[in-house]
Structures are given as structure tokens and as C-alpha cells.
């Protein structure tokens, strides 16, 4: 199996696959360059294939189990974060890690708790250190909790189900899967490049 695969976890595990990837990428700091925005992508996708493809999925088991995975993965991160999450972090030597750190206390302290906790599901590496940094700041757990199970949901069910419509509107669009990955990545990576450039020309401003 090929970890950063999309179509090498859906092939072996199907709908456990979904459930692993979004638990392990929203709830572990290991799991920060597994592919969440692009396996729901393409679990959509696959939901509308024939029976007989080598690739075929439920859609009544893709989108409980990735609710599912997002919401108790993020429970779990912020768990660590708060029972101990700030040593963890300050051992890991990761740089891609480090800057999403920075850009999580950057985005709660701009938008609050809630507007940061929607926003990060949407913002790769974001949604995996947002949680546990919620618990080191002592965001209040119903809070966190009432926040990250909405947006857990507008992201695997928005994500997923725009996957499902493009393929039942598509006839045999997953023969295209690669480039529509590749798209898909480069949207989901925007919000955090815009950032960067946000941050850089601040810093420019300052040092004027």
C-alpha cells in the first residue's frame, strides 16, 4: 500500500480506509501528510462506479465512516493537546509541523474558536495541529467539541458528496482521477499559500 495514495487506501480497505485516514491525519501529528481532501474526493467518485470496477464503493458507508473518523480523530488530538501536547510538539522536529503551529495561533487568535476550528478542516497540515494546540490553549472542550464536529461534517460531507455529484454527472470521469487529484491539492493548498503571502508581506511592512 502507498500511504499517500487516495485510490491505494480506498482499493485495499474501502470505507475503513476512509475512517483510518481521517482518524490518523486529524487526530495524530504523524498523520499530517496522509491525503484527507483528496481520499474523500475520490471515495465520491467511487461510490458512482459500476459494480464490476475494479474500484467501488457505498456511499451510505464512505460518508458515516468518515464523519466518523474526522470527529473522533480530532477529539483524540485535542485530548493530547491538552493532557501534554506542548512537550510533544516541541520534540517534533518536522518544519512543515512547526509552521502549521504558527498558522493555527495565528488563526485562532484572528477568527476565535469557532471560525478557526470550521476553517481549519479545509486547510491541510491545519486540521492536524489545530487540535491538539486547542487542547494546550484550553479552548473549552464543548465548545471545541461542538465546533469540530460541524466542521468535521461540512468538510467530509461537502468534500465527499462534490466528488459523488462530479462522477454521476460525469460518465467515467475516474478514468481522469490523477489530474482531478492533482487539482485538488493545489485548491486545498491555496488557503495556506495566500496565508504565507499574508504573513510575508505583513512582516515586510513591519521591517519598513
Known amino acids: ?8 487506501w480506498l482499493a485495499d480497505l474501502g470505507a475503513a480506509g476512509v475512517f483510518l485516514v481521517l482518524f490518523a491525519e486529524t487526530g495524530l501529528l504523524i498523520g499530517f501528510f ?3 481532501d483528496s481520499l474523500l474526493f475520490t471515495a465520491g467518485l467511487f461510490c458512482t462506479t459500476s459494480a464490476t470496477a475494479p474500484v467501488h464503493l457505498s456511499l451510505s458507508l464512505v460518508l458515516p465512516a468518515a464523519a466518523a ?23 517534533t522536529r518536522n518544519p512543515h509541523l512547526h509552521r502549521g503551529v504558527e498558522r493555527a495561533e495565528e488563526l485562532l487568535n484572528r477568527y476565535g474558536h469557532a471560525k478557526a476550528i470550521v476553517l481549519a478542516r479545509f486547510i491541510p497540515i491545519l486540521r492536524t495541529v489545530l487540535n491538539p494546540l486547542a487542547g494546550i490553549l484550553a479552548v473549552p472542550a464543548r465548545s471545541f467539541t461542538i465546533w469540530q464536529v460541524l466542521g468535521g461534517l461540512l468538510w467530509t ?10 462522477g454521476t454527472s460525469i460518465p467515467g470521469i475516474d478514468q481522469y482521477l490523477l489530474p482531478i487529484i492533482a487539482v485538488i491539492v493545489v485548491v486545498s493548498l491555496l488557503p495556506m499559500l495566500l496565508e504565507l503571502r499574508r504573513n510575508r508581506e505583513r512582516h515586510r511592512r513591519v521591517d519598513r
Open 34 to 36: 496522509l491525503p484527507g
Open 1 to 8: 500500500m502507498n500511504p499517500l495514495s487516495a485510490t491505494s
Open 69 to 91: 473518523g474526522a470527529v473522533a480523530g480530532a477529539q483524540l488530538g485535542f485530548l493530547i493537546g491538552r493532557r501534554g501536547g506542548r512537550p510533544l510538539l516541541a520534540r
Open 157 to 166: 460531507v461537502g468534500v465527499t458528496l462534490a466528488g459523488y455529484l462530479l
